[in-house]
Structures are given as C-alpha cells and as structure tokens.
C-alpha cells in the first residue's frame, strides 16, 4: 500500500511522514531535500534554477515511485511525484520562471515515467493557511528558506486547492492551522482516527 502526504512548505509534511510511520509500523519515505545539489541555488535564483532543481526532484520521485510499486510493504511518502509537476513546476511556469521549451521537455518525461506508475492509494493533504505557513518556516530557520516570498507561497496554495480539487484518487484533508500533532497527543490522535475511518472503516 502506498500513501501519501501532500502539502505546501512547511505544513508539517516530514514530521506527520515520520510519527505515522512510527504509529502504524509503516515504512516512511522522505523527499531528498538535503541532499539536492539546486536547493540553495534555486532560491537564491528561481529563475536560473527551476528546471535543473525541478528535473533532479522528478528523478528522485520517479526512483522512490519505483521502489514503492515493487514494496510488499505500507510504505508512506513525504510529498509525492504529482506535487512536483501540477504544483511546483506549473507554479513556476506561470510565474515566469520556466520557459515554454523547459516546460514542454519536462511534461514530456513525466509522462512518460507516469505510464510505467500509479497514483498512492491514499493522499493525505494538509491544509494550511499563508501566515501558518510563514510561521512554521520561519521556525524551522532554514537559511535557504529565508527567500521564499509570501506570492509564491500564495501560488502554490492557489494550485493545491485546485489539483486536490480535481484529483481522481481517495483524499483525506486534514486542515492543520490549529493543529499541533506532534506536541499534542489529542491533535494526532484525531488525525489517525481520520485514516482508520479511511482505511479500515472505523468509526
């Protein structure tokens, strides 16, 4: 089984990943942030950067995509193939930052890499607002993060709401604003009622 969570930056991806995987016994699956060589670059410089940065994240998914389609196990994934493409890429070609040509060379590839591929059995999409977002990366102080404008913020929540909107496949949404799940035992708790009533049926 494949799950999924999505969300913008800083909505709480990689923590809500790592506390299900230690209450559900499932194997967690992070995005490969840290180690992309474009990060850095890219936030200094959108525009010079987003196809190289966009281009090594589609890689890193289609490879993690590949290994869970071949996994025996319940395997849960911090942000997902499709958020790269209808979220992060489409954002930044409407902004201005990837070109025509760059756009069209990486929807190429990504559909090709779809048809070898399915889509998780259930996304779990955290939903949050600008300024919980603003304050939640401003938390964490990552010095790359430092450049991340509140209208491109805005942008990629704007395609969030639309890409869950229309997505075809079993969506949980959590609205995370007012939610502290990993300091308050209630707030996860009420999260992991959401998912056995999903998965399971209960309650």
């Not at 992070?30 to 950067?49: H, K, M, S």
Request: net charge negative; hydrophobic share 35%; proline share 3%.
């Amino acid at each position: 089984m494949h799950i999924g969570i999505a969300g913008n930056i800083g909505c709480g991806k990689t923590t809500l990943t790592r506390m299900l995987a230690e209450h559900y016994g499932w194997t967690p699956k992070f995005e490969a942030v840290t180690y992309n060589p474009y990060l850095e670059d890219y936030y200094q410089d959108i525009q010079r950067w987003s196809f190289n940065l966009e281009t090594y994240f589609l890689t890193q998914r289609f490879k993690d995509v590949l290994e869970i389609a071949s996994s025996d196990e319940v395997i849960i994934q911090d942000r997902t193939i499709f958020e790269g493409v209808y979220i992060f890429v489409t954002n930044n070609k409407a902004m201005g930052n990837l070109s025509e040509r760059d756009f069209n060379t990486y929807m190429d590839l990504f559909r090709l890499m779809m048809s070898l591929v399915k889509a998780p059995d259930l996304l779990i999409y955290l939903k949050s607002s600008i300024p919980h977002l603003v304050s939640q990366i401003a938390k964490r102080g990552r010095e790359y993060e430092k450049g991340i404008s509140i209208e491109y913020l805005t942008g990629l929540n704007e395609r969030y709401e639309q890409w869950i909107a229309e997505y075809p496949g079993k969506v949980l949404t959590i609205e995370s604003d007012d939610l502290d799940f990993q300091n308050r035992p209630e707030d996860f708790s009420l999260i992991t009622d959401k998912i056995d009533a999903q998965l399971y049926g209960l309650f």
